[in-house]
């Protein structure tokens, strides 16, 4: 598992805060963890309607972990100049700027095999869209240094746009933040090492509270909850946080949400989101489960007690509780047998409700309903009318 990290070398990327004074009566739509997903970044905005009126926030990790990184920074880059928008920094942004700056033989070993994991997980990276651009080929870590330099000639718009991203956003009622923080003193954060702010694991469960919204991604919001898995923004009001990042391109149920504050002065918060899974109308009414787990990759350790064709009979080492699991879902049967993400919630459902799937086997539908993750075991028809959004 590759980790990012803001110096490199004795390289350190330093806080910066951004203060801006927000007009009355203007949208704000904020949005994080694109990781290069640009159709999902494009169809989200189309579905939120952005208009010039609206302000666009972006809170980090525009690049990396999907497709097509260097298109979707393009398109943000391009967007900037059209509407009002405020990318700030992400963890993953931050880690490729400091691969790029630094040269050394020991860097340019670590970014090469970099590539090679980013291939077998992702496809692609910025470095590799960047290199491919070029045509230039990386067969081993002697190529890197040479592509660097190629690199920082010809890309340098999106490497400076990337280096001009600020660490925080201020406003009257709401900061934004791609990780966390560890006050709410944000003057006395400037300078030092953004590493902290940008890589702030499970933030809302720190007990922090803070006076002003404090709005952060970087997180998937499914890791916060041990027995269901939703990809919906969550709002704290008492500790006054709020955490969007939907799973984008990270979870195989994820999603991109697009969390809109009709005013710099309201709390009638809404949200959208944008998948792109198959939605079908439910034809049979299912009634939800008393009991439930959604296993989450900080605590996926399981025990194999009856292995399947298709599913595994499993149990949660840490809880002991027992369940059907996908073998696709399923890393390793040994000893040390983990999983990916997984739930056996059973969803509430009425006839006619919208119901994404993610994925059909022999014994049910794993699905989404209203950006909650669980199974479905009805009959279903195609549904193609758009949602509306979901209200707080």
């Known amino acids: 598992m590759w980790v990012a990290k803001t110096h490199i070398?004795?390289?350190?990327?330093?806080?910066?805060?951004?203060?801006?004074?927000?007009?009355?009566?203007?949208?704000?739509?904020?949005?994080?963890?694109?990781?290069?997903?640009?159709?999902?970044?494009?169809?989200?905005?189309?579905?939120?309607?952005?208009?010039?009126?609206?302000?666009?926030?972006?809170?980090?990790?525009?690049?990396?972990?999907?497709?097509?990184?260097?298109?979707?920074?393009?398109?943000?880059?391009?967007?900037?100049?059209?509407?009002?928008v405020y990318p700030l920094m992400g963890n993953v942004d931050a880690w490729q700027l400091v691969m790029l700056d630094d040269d050394s033989t020991e860097n340019c070993e670590r970014l090469f095999n970099y590539i090679v994991y980013m291939k077998?997980?992702?496809?692609?990276?910025?470095?590799?869209?960047?290199?491919?651009?070029?045509?230039?080929?990386?067969?081993?870590?002697?190529?890197?240094?040479?592509?660097?330099?190629?690199?920082?000639?010809?890309?340098?718009?999106?490497?400076?746009?990337?280096?001009?991203?600020?660490?925080?956003?201020?406003?009257?009622?709401?900061?934004?933040?791609?990780?966390?923080?560890?006050?709410?003193d944000i003057d006395s954060l400037i300078g030092t090492d953004a590493f902290p702010y940008l890589k702030n694991d499970a933030f809302m469960d720190k007990n922090l509270y803070f006076s002003k919204y404090v709005i952060v991604g970087h997180w998937p919001v499914t890791l916060y909850n041990d027995k269901i898995a939703s990809s919906n923004p969550i709002i704290n009001h008492k500790q006054k946080i709020i955490s969007i990042d939907g799973g984008c391109g990270l979870k195989r149920d994820g999603q991109l949400n697009a969390f809109i504050i009709p005013d710099i002065n309201s709390t009638d918060f809404i949200f959208e989101s944008y998948d792109e899974f198959p939605v079908y109308a439910a034809l049979t009414p299912q009634e939800a489960s008393t009991n439930s787990i959604n296993i989450r990759y900080t605590d996926n350790k399981i025990k194999i007690l009856e292995k399947g064709d298709e599913f595994s009979y499993a149990e949660h080492s840490t809880t002991g509780y027992c369940l059907p699991i996908l073998n696709s879902y399923i890393y390793s049967f040994d000893e040390n047998a983990t999983c990916d993400d997984y739930t056996d919630y059973r969803l509430p459902v009425n006839v006619g409700d919208k119901i994404s799937i993610v994925k059909k086997t022999s014994k049910g539908y794993l699905a989404k309903k209203n950006g909650i993750s669980g199974w479905y075991y009805g009959e279903l028809k195609p549904f193609n009318i758009a949602s509306s959004p979901l209200i707080f």
């Open 9 to 84: 070398g004795g390289s350190l990327m330093k806080t910066t805060v951004k203060k801006i004074n927000i007009p009355n009566y203007r949208r704000l739509i904020v949005t994080s963890d694109i990781h290069g997903h640009y159709r999902y970044l494009k169809r989200l905005l189309e579905k939120v309607d952005l208009s010039e009126k609206d302000i666009l926030f972006i809170i980090g990790d525009i690049i990396e972990k999907g497709p097509e990184s260097l298109r979707t920074l393009r398109y943000i880059i391009k967007f900037c100049k059209e509407y009002s």
């Open 120 to 184: 077998k997980h992702w496809g692609s990276c910025f470095f590799t869209d960047m290199c491919d651009e070029l045509n230039l080929c990386i067969s081993t870590s002697l190529d890197i240094l040479e592509a660097k330099q190629r690199i920082r000639e010809n890309f340098r718009a999106e490497i400076e746009f990337l280096h001009s991203l600020p660490t925080i956003i201020e406003t009257k009622n709401f900061i934004f933040v791609h990780g966390g923080l560890p006050t709410a």
